[in-house]
């Protein structure tokens, strides 16, 4: 194997020499690495530049840009992740990472070109969640790099990385929920917000749900896909793997769904051959997918009207849980209905409800035993 010490260097004196074929010009061209501190680091690392050479994922650090290093490594990415992450990740690069520092030699970017940029989204007042995805990127991106051995260091994995300040969810109570339910149940898509708060499934998912997805004998329904952001596709499977989860469903949500199939079964005899069967549980009055930003426009609608305090659809999921909290379901089960990865996110995100969930088990702990023993 190619690889040498050089006598001079006092420390990390052993590099390797990698063959990268012929120029135009039929020369041979050589890549020297330099920088390890044993003989095995360096004929590693050469092992693993060949098989990047060998695969056509090499690429000469002196001769590329960042951004023209994204897109090969976006590439290779989006064969391992969903369509819907692999689209967000273009998205991302191509918004933010490509007009700020993509003009950078891969092989110059440093500590404080990424130090300046995290700062700039700051600026712009993006959110915090938001300014995490986008560092995740960078960061996710000069690994690879790294390994490639196409950077001498991830000059990402230095700087402190971007935290999320959570803001305290809103939620309704028991009694705004009933209020809002009667004010919309005389709306079309009535199903949809009944959904949402009986179950805490995800706008994405409650419109990705089909006829076939539910057990109405059975009171189950099953998420197997979703719908992107801007409606175009259908995605299979959920945000996560744990995502794809089965829910129990009380009577009452099987009658709405049942009175919503008769009413769309309605609609569909009334238009006849113009209708478009598509099997989804939430669609339009042709039968057609509805689109996130159009539940959207009905779900703002119906809570201006309602007088109630204002929230997120999204809140409705948080609604879904902070009630099945009090009520003293266990956080497990919450987690396995929300699709959570781990009962520790359903803990750390709901945590604020805890303090008082445990006075009120303390009281009942106290009243159980106590007033037992009073009475003897």
């Known amino acids: 194997m190619p690889v040498f010490k050089d006598q001079n260097a006092k420390k990390n004196s052993w590099f390797y020499v990698l063959e990268l074929g012929k120029d135009a010009n039929g020369k041979r061209k050589n890549k020297k690495k330099r920088g390890f501190k044993t003989k095995k680091e360096a004929e590693k690392a050469l092992v693993e530049a060949q098989s990047a050479l060998n695969k056509g994922e090499y690429i000469e650090p002196s001769k590329i840009l960042y951004k023209e290093y994204l897109t090969q490594w976006l590439i290779e990415k989006q064969q391992t992740i969903k369509r819907q992450s692999a689209k967000t990740t273009e998205q991302i690069v191509r918004t933010h990472i490509v007009p700020s520092i993509g003009c950078i030699p891969l092989c110059n970017l440093n500590t404080l070109h990424i130090q300046k940029f995290v700062n700039e989204l700051?600026?712009?007042?993006?959110?915090?969640?938001?300014?995490?995805?986008?560092?995740?990127?960078?960061?996710?991106?000069?690994?690879k790099a790294?390994?490639?051995?196409?950077?001498?260091?991830?000059?990402?994995?230095?700087?402190d990385k971007p935290k999320v300040n959570h803001k305290e969810m809103k939620a309704w109570d028991v009694n705004e929920v009933q209020h809002f339910l009667e004010l919309a149940r005389n709306n079309r898509y009535y199903i949809a917000f009944h959904l949402a708060i009986m179950t805490g499934m995800r706008q994405g998912e409650i419109l990705?749900?089909?006829w076939q997805d539910v057990d109405l004998e059975g009171a189950l329904l099953r998420i197997t896909q979703t719908i992107s952001h801007d409606g175009k596709e259908f995605v299979q499977g959920a945000k996560s793997a744990s995502g794809v989860r089965t829910i129990a469903l009380p009577p009452?949500?099987?009658?709405?769904?049942?009175?919503?199939?008769?009413m769309t079964s309605q609609e569909r005899l009334q238009i006849g051959e113009m209708y478009q069967v598509s099997g989804l549980v939430v669609c339009t009055s042709k039968g057609t997918k509805m689109l996130p930003r159009s539940l959207s426009t009905v779900w703002a609608s119906l809570l201006g009207k309602s007088g109630l305090p204002k929230i997120r659809f999204h809140d409705l999921r948080h609604t879904h849980a902070s009630l099945m909290l009090k009520m003293g379901v266990h956080a497990k089960v919450v987690s396995e209905r929300l699709g959570h990865s781990s009962i520790q996110i359903t803990l750390?995100?709901?945590?604020?409800?805890?303090?008082?969930?445990?006075?009120?088990?303390?009281?009942?702990?106290?009243q159980m035993i106590f007033k037992a023993s009073n009475a003897l």
């Open 252 to 262: 009452e949500t099987v009658t709405a769904l049942k009175t919503h199939r008769h």
């Open 208 to 210: 990705g749900l089909r």
């Open 348 to 366: 750390d995100r709901y945590s604020h409800l805890l303090p008082n969930m445990q006075e009120e088990a303390a009281n009942g702990l106290g």
């Open 146 to 159: 790294e390994k490639l051995q196409l950077v001498q260091k991830n000059v990402a994995s230095t700087i």
């Open 122 to 143: 700051h600026k712009k007042g993006l959110a915090d969640g938001t300014i995490k995805r986008i560092f995740n990127v960078v960061n996710t991106s000069l690994n």
